[in-house]
């Protein structure tokens, strides 16, 4: 194996990332697709499969409807991606939600509580 094939997946994904959230804010006209960010894509080794995650603002009901528009989209934004970049194979398009944002702000929201119910330790007798 080459030296550039080895890394060939994870500039495609940089690449898909990129194009994908150009063509989302500035192309995908439905209303349900609100405030969108991809947050990670991974590329299958063939090139034929890639996973997009993607945080949406809003409550739960925002972020499954985002979804909705997005996989309404597949066939478009996989149609925008074979134009705009000249792949041999364009790869079949999977969108799934990220929580990892989420989970860092409960996490942060967590520690918050415990050292505002912690007494104040700067004080030593």
């Not at 999977?94 to 415990?114: K, M, P, T, W, Y």
């Amino acid at each position: 194996m080459t030296r550039g094939r080895r890394h060939r997946p994870e500039r495609l994904a940089a690449l898909i990332r990129e194009t994908l959230a150009e063509t989302i804010t500035t192309r995908v006209k439905d209303p349900r697709v609100g405030f969108v960010t991809i947050t990670g894509v991974q590329v299958a080794p063939d090139g034929s499969h890639a996973a997009v995650q993607v945080s949406v603002l809003g409550d739960e009901d925002a972020k499954q409807q985002a979804l909705e528009g997005l996989q309404s989209a597949r066939g478009f934004l996989r149609s925008d991606l074979a134009r705009r970049l000249t792949l041999r194979v364009t790869p079949d398009i999977a969108f799934s939600l990220d929580r990892g944002i989420e989970h860092a702000q409960r996490i942060n929201q967590v520690l918050a509580d415990l050292r505002r119910d912690q007494p104040d330790r700067t004080e030593e007798p």
